[in-house]
């Protein structure tokens, strides 16, 4: 789904960036799932807006121009594959989830669990609080 989202950008700094650091951006992309298959709660929480609300601000204060060094072009791109990822997981667990629920098998305690989970508002990611003002100037990257 990452890769899609790249290709439906207008010409841009970013859909440049993102497509220049291909890499960072994939391992970005399933950044948040490496967690669970770690067994560590970084799996959980990477997935949520504080998280990636203190990563951007990171990236803020130690690259504030993405382009300015191979390596913050790196992690800007990292940075919106993990974005990427939660926006993809929101829809996936809110449209898709219930549809399979619906009809290939009665929900289980784990599938509520699930939906309950990424149902309540406060926990939800808005795309609208990343800002994306370095990436709107030609001259940014």
């Not at 305690?109 to 508002?121: G, P, T």
């Amino acid at each position: 789904m990452a890769d899609l989202a790249v290709e439906y950008l207008p010409p841009s700094a970013l859909k440049d960036l993102l497509q220049k650091n291909q890499n960072a951006y994939r391992s970005g992309s399933i950044f948040a799932d490496s967690g669970y298959a770690a067994n560590h709660a970084y799996g959980e929480f990477s997935h949520w807006h504080d998280f990636l609300n203190q990563y951007q601000q990171t990236l803020i204060e130690r690259c504030p121009d993405p382009g300015a060094t191979e390596n913050c072009a790196k992690v800007w791109a990292h940075f919106f594959g993990t974005v990427a990822h939660a926006l993809s997981d929101n829809n996936f667990d809110r449209y898709f989830v219930p549809q399979v629920a619906a009809h290939d098998f009665n929900v289980n305690a784990v599938l509520k669990l699930l939906l309950f989970r990424r149902s309540e508002s406060s926990l939800f990611f808005s795309p609208s609080l990343i800002r994306t003002d370095h990436f709107l100037s030609s001259s940014a990257v």
